[in-house]
């Protein structure tokens, strides 16, 4: 009997805790594309590109490797997808996925989403878990074109949790041949467009019974390591890739303080040295999210063990 008392009230804490949701909401949006990625070579050491013919000088071996991925996580309710290439240049295209309850009404397309488009999702409306990716071409050659897409997103609620991700894996193994040269320059191009950023409502920023956490992070990389001797290349006077991250705070004012966009925006890496051998091209990319919302630790603690205690003064007076 005494038991059976306390678990009901402790039942009744746990009631009114989920009755007190209220309306808000909580996004998070992660999208990178790359079009027309490309080498550059630089043959006499002005690092300025030479109008040259890369596959005069660069050779794609067998053995690279090309493969997209995407996973979504919904309430603990997850998906996922891989798309895997034994080719360092076939087309890779992870499958579209979406869960949650507002996914029937998003009017989501397989790699239909994009910045140009002006039809990411990146809203705080819907229960939704959005992941996609694919990628096409070659950079060593006509140019590649890759995107990854991440998008979560919590209407409202007091025990939500929505996260996704997705990701370009691209390993390309390559001959240097310089004939009369005894070394280069190479650089990386594209154009990118992108979209990060994440958001809590002021409603739910200014709740002190509520929790909420906003994250997207978008990154691309490029690496080139000798075959030869295991040493990584080093870029020079540029970079070796982007990220762009945006975090909303749960604080008053806070919720929405940045949002990271870009459309044809000019990526050019740093300068690579290379003399004639085998190399290692790896080329990745990937973008994630997370969104929570969920009561606030001290005041579901405190409201539970308040109303134990009044389950325990009622239990002693009828004991009286």
């Known amino acids: 009997m005494k038991f059976a008392t ?76 891989l798309d895997s290439k034994s ?20 009017g989501l397309s397989d790699n239909g989403q994009t910045v140009d488009g002006g039809n990411l999702v990146a809203s705080d409306a819907f229960y939704y878990s959005v992941a996609d990716a694919q990628v096409t071409g070659s950079a060593i050659g006509t140019g590649a074109t890759g995107f990854t897409y991440a998008d979560a997103g919590i209407a409202a609620g007091n025990d939500e949790s929505a996260g996704a991700n997705s990701n370009i894996a691209n390993d390309i193994l390559t001959t240097f041949t310089l004939d009369m040269l005894t070394d280069i320059n190479v650089r990386f191009s594209a154009l990118m467009d992108y979209l990060v950023d994440a958001f809590i409502s002021p409603d739910i920023a200014n709740d002190s019974l509520r929790a909420a956490t906003s994250t997207a992070k978008a990154t691309f990389g490029i690496e080139l390591v000798s075959f030869d001797t295991g040493t990584t290349v080093s870029l ?28 044809d925006v000019d990526f050019t890496s740093g300068w690579a040295n290379v003399s004639e051998g085998t190399y290692q091209l790896t080329i990745s990319q990937t973008s994630t999210v997370q969104s929570t919302l969920v009561p606030a630790p001290t005041t579901l603690a405190m409201a539970a063990f308040g109303l134990l205690g009044l389950g325990l003064t009622a239990r002693r007076r009828k004991q009286k």
Not at 244 to 252: E, G, K, L, R, S
């Open 236 to 263: 020079n006077d540029g970079p070796s890739g982007v990220t762009f991250n945006d975090i909303a705070i749960d604080q008053p004012g806070l919720g929405d303080l940045i949002v990271r966009s870009g459309n």
């Open 87 to 106: 080719s360092a240049t076939a087309d890779s295209d992870a499958g579209l996925l979406c869960l949650g309850a507002s996914c029937g009404v998003l």
């Open 6 to 81: 306390t678990i009901k009230y402790a039942a009744i804490a746990g009631a009114l805790v989920t009755a007190s949701n209220a309306t808000a909401g909580v996004s998070a949006t992660a999208y990178l594309e790359l079009n027309d990625l490309v080498v550059q070579i630089d043959t006499d050491g002005d690092l300025v590109p030479d109008p040259v013919n890369p596959l005069d000088f660069i050779t794609i071996l067998p053995g690279g490797s090309r493969s997209t991925s995407t996973f979504a996580d919904n309430n603990g309710i997850s998906d996922s997808d």
